[in-house]
């Protein structure tokens, strides 16, 4: 249980931030970590721990929450512990809100794999076979992906 807890310890934020990316929420991010980490726990126990796996799973239940709502997630505005500062903490949110609606904005599939690039902290070739494709195919996506959000940020917001 030790090596788990070490697991959970090691690769909590950055899971916690994919799904943040992509559902724009954080308490509904949270909450799929949570469900991740048990089903985990509870269907691969006796395996080996893989961050892979992990991240496939956090995002099958991501998946399974958007069939059972079937709406559309909005940004949580609960960031209040973040800072003390009143103007930072506004523009910390209106930069995040603005990203998050920019990501919204992409197909699942370039959403997809600029979270998994920024938060995973898996190799191109890793999230390559995660995703069923080669290391190069990666690369040329997320460039793509980048290129897109871009377009879609306002130019003072980069």
């Known amino acids: 249980m030790d090596t788990f807890r070490k697991f959970y310890t090691d690769n909590g934020t950055r899971l916690l931030g994919y799904l943040l990316r992509k559902s724009g929420n954080y308490h509904l991010a949270a909450d799929l970590m949570q469900e991740t980490f048990v089903r985990y726990l509870e269907r691969y126990r006796n395996q080996g721990l893989s961050v892979a796996l992990l991240f496939t799973i956090g995002r099958n239940v991501f998946y399974d929450h958007v069939r059972r709502q079937r ?55 890793e999230i390559g076979a995660l995703r069923g494709c080669s290391e190069g195919n990666v690369k040329v996506r997320v460039h793509r992906a980048r290129q897109k959000l871009r377009q879609l940020l306002p130019a003072e917001s980069l």
């Open 71 to 125: 709406e559309s997630v909005a940004l949580d505005e609960s960031f209040a512990s973040l800072a003390d500062d009143q103007e930072q903490l506004y523009i910390i949110k209106e930069d995040m809100r603005r990203l998050l609606e920019a990501m919204r904005q992409l197909d699942d599939d370039d959403r997809d794999i600029l979270s998994l690039v920024v938060s995973s902290g898996l190799s191109y070739r």
